[in-house]
Nanobody, 123 residues
Framework: QVQLVQSGGGLVQAGGSLRLSCAAS????????MGWFRQAPGKERELVAA??????????YYADSVKGRFAISRDSAENTMYLQMNSLKAEDTAIYYC??????????????WGQGTQVTVSS
């Protein structure tokens, strides 16, 4: 089992910045990658950024909508992942979730999820 606890988020004006944190505990050695997802009202959940976890650092993944504005990072010693969000736009408003991708019956899937945190960007 892996437990993920999120912190950060809140209300910010357009153009501002926020940082989200996701602390992992439990069987963290089983984590292959970690990602940040978001879900806006009436929309499907989307992956916005992902980073390698148990393997050597590799080029992070970013959704086109956040490239150049968001930065994903990790602190391996603290088992914590971060999402620095800059130049925020109203369309970034959503509930943000962190998730851990692990091997499940021979395939990798995002099995463990944080509790979610609201990010609201006022225009």
């Amino acid at each position: 089992q892996v437990q993920l606890v999120q912190s950060g988020g809140g209300l910010v004006q357009a153009g501002g910045s926020l940082r989200l944190s996701c602390a992992a505990s439990g069987r963290t050695l089983s984590i292959y990658t970690m990602g940040w997802f978001r879900q806006a009202p009436g929309k499907e959940r989307e992956l916005v950024a992902a980073t390698s976890w148990s393997t050597s650092p590799s080029t992070p993944y970013y959704a086109d909508s956040v490239k150049g504005r968001f930065a994903i990072s990790r602190d391996s010693a603290e088992n914590t992942m971060y999402l620095q969000m800059n130049s925020l736009k109203a369309e970034d408003t959503a509930i943000y979730y962190c998730a851990a991708r692990v091997l499940v019956f021979g395939s990798y899937e995002y099995k463990y999820w944080g509790q979610g945190t609201q990010v609201t960007v006022s225009s």
